[in-house]
């Protein structure tokens, strides 16, 4: 992905806009640090500070996530929902996370608690963005039994550890990312930056495995043309 300097000037930034979308597409494509990104974008020629490129990722992050969520096509109402443990300082806290059929991340929320009380507020936000499912998969938290009989009583609720899988597989960029991050200091901060991350990867990772070469080419290609269209919507 070259820097070409074509786009208008972002009012207020000293680098140009390519160099800032630059920034924010290597760092959550990319298993990166923030550091990791400056040396990117010194090897280009442009100078810059770990804490800039930082600030870039907070700023633009979510502007990119939501121009996504927008523009998705219509999601499989196959619902698969699943919760994590992260600590922070100590205190455990939670990732709820709902996926599709294909995969793709439909949204995530960090929760302090992982009851009923917690389900319901992540299920109602999952409805009122992507109306009721057809079929919710879960596993076998009881939590989740109440919730979806009120909100969704004419979904499919199969609770089986064994049908979840499909979930699993996609913590594993946030275990990752938490890692290398050193964990996340705060709920705030997880959940502004895997909002972000999530939807930004649901777009440069599709399934490769269910992709020809050629289509996989086509694919990228089009989240790249996306990207661009983005790039040119930033606002300071």
Known sequence: ????????????YRFPREVVAYAVWAYHRFALSAADVEDLLAERGVTVSRETVRK?????????????????????????????VMPFNGVKAWLWQAVDANGDVLDILVQPRRNAKAARR??????????????????????YIKPIRTLTPEADHRAHKGLNNRIGGSHRPTRKREKIMGRFKSLRQAQRFLAAHDQINTIFRPRRYRLSTASYRHARSDAFDLWHDYALKMTA
């Open 122 to 143: 992540f299920l109602t936000r999952l409805i009122a963005r992507f109306d009721k499912p057809r079929v919710v998969v879960t596993d076998k938290l009881r939590s």
């Open 1 to 12: 992905m070259k820097i070409p300097t074509e786009m208008p000037h972002l009012k207020g």
């Open 56 to 84: 870039w990722v907070n700023r633009f992050g979510r502007h990119f996530a939501d121009c996504i969520k927008r523009d998705r096509p219509a999601v499989v109402d196959k619902w698969h929902l699943d919760e994590v």
